[in-house]
C-alpha cells in the first residue's frame, strides 16, 4: 500500500530564511508523482510543485524547489527567501497513474516577522 | 474559469437530518473527489468518480453517497448526519491521474450537533 508520511506537524521560520519541510513515501509502483500543496489559512488547497519519479532532476519553482532522494524514498520542499504569505499548512502527495491520490497529515508553517 | 465551486461555506446541522454538499467544476476534468480533513489529519478520499455516471467508493463511504449525472457537477449527500461527520469537506477535479495537478474547492466546514 502506498503511504505518505510528514514527521513535522509544526515548523517556524524567520522572514527572508530557508526552511524545509519533510516527507517520506513508500509505493512498490515505479512510475509515480509526487506533490507540495500549500493550504493557507483561507482553506483552498493549491499546488506548489510537483515531481515525475523517473525525472532525476529536482523540481524547482521560483523560491520552491524540492530534493527527491529516490532509493531512500524521501521528497523534501525547500522554501528560500520566506515570506509571510507562506503561512499555511503544506501538504505531501503521491500518486501511481491512478485515481488515487495519497496525502500525508501535512505540516503546519509559521512564518515568523 | 471560476474553477472547483463548493457551497456552502459553512453549515450546521442536527444529528439525523440530511443535506446536500454542492460541487461544480468548469474545466471539463474527467475525475472528481469529495475528501474529508479532519483536525491534524491528512485528506481521506470519501467517494471519487472517472467520468459523467461512474461513481466509486473511497477509503471512508459510510454515510454518504454520490451522483454523477455530469460531467460538471458532483455533490455529495449525507444522511442521517452523526457527529462523526464534523469535518471540512474538499471537492477536487483533475483532468487525467498521474503528473495532473488536483485543483481544490474553497472546502465546506460542517458542524453536526
Known amino acids: 500500500a502506498q503511504t505518505v508520511t510528514q514527521s513535522q506537524p509544526e515548523m517556524s521560520v524567520q522572514e527572508a530564511e530557508t526552511v524545509t519541510l519533510s516527507c517520506t513515501y513508500d509505493?512498490?509502483?515505479?512510475?509515480?508523482?509526487l506533490f507540495w500543496y500549500k493550504q493557507p489559512p483561507s482553506r483552498q488547497m493549491i499546488l506548489v510543485i510537483r515531481?515525475?519519479?523517473?525525472?532525476?532532476q529536482n523540481a524547482t519553482e521560483n523560491r520552491f524547489s524540492v530534493n527527491f532522494q529516490k532509493a531512500a524514498k524521501s521528497f523534501s520542499l525547500k522554501i528560500s527567501d520566506s515570506q509571510l504569505g507562506d503561512t499555511a499548512m503544506y501538504f505531501c502527495?503521491?500518486?501511481?497513474?491512478?485515481?488515487?491520490?495519497?496525502f500525508g497529515t501535512g505540516t503546519r508553517l509559521k512564518v515568523l516577522a | 474559469n471560476a474553477g472547483v465551486t463548493q457551497t456552502p461555506k459553512f453549515r450546521i446541522l442536527k444529528i439525523g437530518q440530511s443535506m446536500t454538499l454542492q460541487c461544480t467544476q468548469d474545466?471539463?476534468?474527467?475525475?472528481m473527489y469529495w475528501y474529508r480533513q479532519d483536525p491534524g489529519m491528512g485528506l481521506k478520499l470519501i467517494y471519487y468518480?472517472?467520468?459523467?455516471?461512474?461513481?466509486d467508493k473511497g477509503e471512508v463511504p459510510n454515510g454518504y453517497n454520490v451522483s454523477r449525472s455530469t460531467t460538471e457537477d458532483f455533490p455529495l449527500r449525507l444522511e442521517l448526519a452523526a457527529p462523526s461527520q464534523t469535518s471540512v469537506y474538499f471537492c477536487?477535479?483533475?483532468?487525467?491521474?498521474?503528473?495532473?495537478?488536483?485543483?481544490f474547492g474553497p472546502g465546506t466546514r460542517l458542524t453536526v450537533l
Open positions: 515531481q515525475e519519479a523517473y525525472k532525476q
Open positions: 468518480s472517472v467520468g459523467a455516471g461512474i461513481t
Open positions: 474545466m471539463n476534468h474527467n475525475y
Open positions: 477536487a477535479s483533475n483532468r487525467h491521474v498521474g503528473a495532473d495537478t488536483q485543483y
Open positions: 502527495a503521491s500518486n501511481s497513474g491512478t485515481y488515487k491520490y495519497i
Open positions: 509505493t512498490s509502483e515505479n512510475n509515480y508523482y
